[in-house]
């Protein structure tokens, strides 16, 4: 008989309401669990250039967009 493995992949979502002249909440949490060992994989829900460039500088990570209408390619 084949024992049943399952893998554990732990997730956490960060949610905030964005504030103008603001560094978001949810990417000071993502940089802080990176330089603590974890790996982060960051998504944007939403066209937000700002944060989607912020988490590629911050985190040095792709940055996934999670819109229909995003067609565009961030080169920093």
């Known amino acids: 008989m084949s024992e ?19 560094i978001p909440p949810s990417v000071i949490m993502a940089s802080a669990l990176q330089r603590r060992g974890y790996r982060i994989k ?15 500088l911050l985190l040095g990570e792709p940055v996934t967009v999670l819109d229909p209408f995003w067609s565009k390619t961030l080169r920093i």
Not at 43 to 56: S, T
């Open 4 to 22: 049943n493995k399952s893998v554990s992949i732990p997730r956490i979502i960060f949610a905030d309401e964005r504030s103008e002249a603001l």
């Open 42 to 56: 960051p998504f944007v829900v939403g066209i937000d250039e700002y944060l989607v460039a912020l988490l590629y």
